[in-house]
């Protein structure tokens, strides 16, 4: 009998779930990280719920969960402290008010008392989108495109860091300076030219590198340790040598924490290491579960998200993602109507709107 034979008869119903999910989702999985491709092999086992350190799946069978949620469950499966204060905040607050609300202040508290770096603190969903926001906000901050990022890390899905991941050594290049290789065939190629992509922990190509361009770089994006290859450490003075050198080349320096935040340390790997950023991203621990993330950092970086110089006022986020609703609620009338949508901030004096699509008519 082979493997596949076996696990089929051992996993029926996750089995028919799994051809059932194929029909209407891709993979049968929510995630490529859970699907026959990347390793679950035929087919994934499809789990029942959890609790504490224990997972169940579909066919009854009990597993001891190293998986974690890849990453966020520090605390386990439901434990009945976090679920209770998430339902009864449900249904004392709402799940999404469209304006700031006072448990925010709370939680940015809480990240700002936790990481060392971070003065200042604005919520997203996912660990990808906090990571989109912090390479935009570099930019913005230094009027400079370049991004460093290192061979082997992982900083989540959008086009402007989804590369060099997992390279084909076919088409890496050399190791004292890798070629960039987006991670998929949709990332449009001509972002290489923003991008050095350097072997981590090798101080000669990063120092060579400043040297030659550090005037021009952005930003320098950093796993502070690196988990999503392998598990390693940095060498001694290594996270340092980042910090010094795109500190003296007027670049900022981006720790994604998306899986160190609260896991090497409370305050993370920066707070373990003793070397501070000047943003930091964070997701997994920080949610515990939930779909929440942060970026977090310096204040003087930050304030440009709330004074729009990062980008369009009108792109903000919802419970902390996608675009909010904020925009069309406090229009306030001056000889007319104003629209508020942050993006055109015209004034009319007529009863016909704006021309921006976000406009909602107020009371004169
Ligand atoms: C270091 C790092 N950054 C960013 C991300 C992207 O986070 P998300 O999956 O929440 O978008 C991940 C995801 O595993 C990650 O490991």
Not at 51 to 57: C, K, L, Q, V, Y
Not at 193 to 205: C, F
Not at 302 to 323: F, L, N, V
């Amino acid at each position: 009998m082979t493997f596949d034979e076996r696990y089929a008869s051992w996993a029926p119903r996750s089995r028919a779930l799994y051809h059932q999910a194929s029909e209407i989702i891709p993979g049968g999985a929510g995630s490529s990280a859970r699907t026959a491709k990347f390793g679950w092999m035929p087919y994934p086992p499809f789990m029942a719920h959890g609790a504490g350190s224990r997972i169940t799946d579909a066919d009854g069978h009990e597993y001891i969960d190293y998986l974690l949620g890849l990453g966020p469950m520090i605390l386990g499966h439901r434990h009945p402290v976090v679920t209770a204060a998430v339902a009864d905040a449900i249904a004392a607050y709402g799940t999404c008010l469209g304006l700031p609300y006072e448990l925010e202040i709370e939680a940015a508290m809480k990240v700002v008392d936790a990481v060392p770096s971070v003065d200042m603190v604005r919520f997203t969903n996912s660990g990808s989108e906090a990571v989109g926001s912090a390479v935009r906000l570099a930019r913005a901050h230094t009027e400079r495109r370049l991004v460093v990022r290192f061979e082997g890390h992982y900083h989540g899905w959008q086009d402007t860091v989804y590369w060099s991941n997992h390279v084909d050594p076919a088409q890496a290049g050399p190791p004292s300076r890798p070629r960039p290789v987006p991670a998929g065939p949709g990332v449009p190629a001509e972002l290489a030219d923003t991008l050095i992509v350097l072997s981590w922990n090798d101080p000669e190509s990063f120092a060579k590198v400043m040297a030659e361009r550090g005037d021009e770089v952005a930003a320098v994006i950093t796993e502070p340790a690196v988990f999503n290859t392998g598990c390693i450490l940095p060498e001694p003075g290594y996270l340092e040598l980042l910090r010094e050198l795109t500190r003296e080349h007027g670049a900022l320096l981006i720790f994604d924490e998306v899986i160190t935040g609260f896991r090497f340390a409370r305050g993370g790997a920066q707070e373990y290491f003793g070397v501070t950023p000047d943003l930091t991203t964070l997701a997994k621990g920080l949610g515990g579960g939930f779909p929440v993330a942060a970026i977090g950092g310096r204040r003087d970086v930050m304030s440009m998200i709330a004074d729009g110089r990062y980008s369009p006022p009108r792109i903000r986020s919802r419970t902390g993602g996608t675009p909010r609703s904020t925009h069309v609620k406090t229009c306030s009338p001056a000889g007319g109507r104003r629209c508020c949508c942050g993006a055109c901030f015209s004034i009319r004096a007529s009863t016909r709107i704006c021309s921006c699509r976000w406009y909602t008519a107020m009371p004169m």
